[in-house]
């Protein structure tokens, strides 16, 4: 039994089997802020993956970001916080808090748990966006609706007590993951992978056919901005309170983050000679993604190192796709789900117990202080999250795909159209529906979107000189 009151001093003071228990005012405000910030990155990661795409896929991304991020907050409260978080197995938590039951002024650390639950749900909500970068273009959204609801039950929420929950096996281990460097990003980023591996590749993909290039750099540049400003909180808000190690991970978070960004962009640099906005925004992602896991554990030097290690990996791994002839187009398994990876065997070399004792009641070292043993847990479950995330979400796709009403993929008319018209019925450019009314002027350059005839595909022809035609499939 817990009853609560307030000190004096406005701090919460709770009762928790007859021991007395502060909650500093201070501490809870942060958290709120934080989970502020985390939201904020949802449509961050709509922004960045719109931009990735061709315009007439814009809109639905936006849509689908926030839509995304509603269903499983939805599902966060029904059961998502008890399965990962509530008194269980080591594998998988219980149904006793469904519903938030139970879940009310008992401390979490130095704030009420019903805050927690509240901060880790925009957690849930961000990775399965970030997920659903592996259905670009070509998946319809009802399907991809349940698909994901499915999703974070069976695949994020286990993950997440494994690693977070105080009875989860890679805790007891002792795996060091700060902020989510893989129940967040290895999960979402080979869930991405695994989708689109099942959802195969958009039309035309591959061939000597018109070039899938972002169609707004701008849109890329204001998601990463969002999702920059917004990983304070991520990142921040893992201290789960207003503290030194808070401090410094906000410190790592925006020094990898900018190391990033200058190493993806002299990287790119030395093969182009440009200077690339795009380049730029991934090398910002990757040493964002990088420092996830360890943003608690290192210090200053090892931030640096992190970001400029990270966006290396990251930058090369953007092949593996081309080696697995798998589209994934927004790169999704690159930069979260090898950045992850590269973040948490980082992370076990550089943690400095040094860094974790700003907190108090925080424990945790790596190489660097001799804990070698560390490299070999946080690979155990670095692997292990990337397994099960592959299987899990394959196994889940190919089950729902055989749902009478719940085939994932479009057809192939909708995927010339656009899922912006098909799927959503509106456009996120006027310009988009006007094209169309002078198309018949235009006949011996393409066709009509509409028409299915073999003829109507010739607009996708990126002939030399017939901009026009290539505009048209943007």
Not at 156 to 170: E, H
Not at 252 to 264: E, F, H, L, S
Request: hydrophobic share 50%; aromatic share 12%; glycine share 12%.
């Amino acid at each position: 039994m817990v009853n609560a009151s307030y000190t004096p001093e406005g701090n919460m003071l709770a009762y928790v089997d007859g021991e007395e228990v502060v909650m500093n005012k201070g501490d809870s405000a942060w958290i709120l802020i934080a989970f502020a910030l985390v939201f904020s990155m949802a449509p961050g990661v709509g922004f960045l993956y719109s931009g990735l795409l061709r315009r007439k896929n814009a809109l639905s991304m936006l849509f689908l970001a926030l839509m995304v991020f509603s269903v499983i907050q939805v599902e966060w409260y029904l059961w998502g916080y008890s399965l990962a978080f509530g008194d269980g197995s080591s594998f998988i938590g219980n149904l006793a808090n469904g519903g938030l039951v139970n879940v009310d002024y008992t401390p979490s650390g130095n704030i009420p748990v019903l805050l927690f639950a509240l901060y880790q749900g925009a957690f849930a909500g961000v990775t399965a966006v970030i997920a659903i970068g592996g259905s670009a273009e070509r998946c319809r959204i009802v399907p991809l609706l349940v698909f994901i609801f499915c999703w974070s039950t069976i695949v994020y929420n286990p993950i997440a007590c494994w690693v977070w929950n105080a009875n989860g096996w890679l805790f007891s281990l002792g795996d060091l993951d700060y902020a989510g460097g893989g129940p967040v990003h290895i999960s979402s980023g080979t869930a991405g992978l695994a989708l689109s591996f099942f959802l195969g590749r958009r039309r035309g993909y591959g061939t000597q056919k018109l070039a899938f290039r972002p169609h707004s750099v701008s849109h890329i540049v204001i998601g990463t901005l969002f999702l920059w400003f917004g990983w304070f909180g991520f990142n921040g808000g893992s201290a789960l309170g207003m503290n030194l190690r808070a401090v410094q991970s906000c410190i790592a978070t925006n020094a990898a983050a900018a190391m990033g960004a200058i190493t993806w962009t002299l990287l790119d640099y030395i093969y182009t000679r440009k200077f690339s906005a795009v380049s730029l925004c991934s090398g910002v992602l990757a040493g964002l993604v990088g420092i996830t896991p360890g943003a608690g554990y290192v210090g200053m030097p090892a931030s640096l190192a992190i970001g400029f290690v990270t966006a290396i990996a990251s930058n090369y791994a953007t092949g593996i796709k081309v080696l697995l002839k798998i589209d994934d187009a927004v790169d999704t398994f690159a930069l979260h789900g090898i950045g992850g990876f590269v973040g948490a065997i980082l992370t076990a070399l550089f943690a400095d117990e040094r860094v974790t004792s700003f907190d108090p009641a925080a424990a945790g070292a790596g190489w660097i202080n001799h804990n070698y043993i560390a490299l070999g847990y946080n690979l155990a479950g670095a692997v292990t999250i990337m397994a099960y995330a592959f299987v899990m979400t394959l196994v889940l796709c190919y089950i729902i795909n055989f749902i009478p009403g719940l085939k994932f993929r479009v057809d192939e008319d909708a995927e010339i159209v656009g899922l912006d018209e098909a799927e959503c019925g509106e456009l996120a450019y006027d310009y988009v529906s006007l094209r169309k009314e002078v198309e018949p002027e235009e006949a011996t350059l393409g066709g009509s979107l509409h028409s299915p005839s073999a003829t109507s595909h010739e607009h996708e022809k990126a002939a030399p000189g017939v901009a026009t035609a290539a505009a048209k499939e943007q």
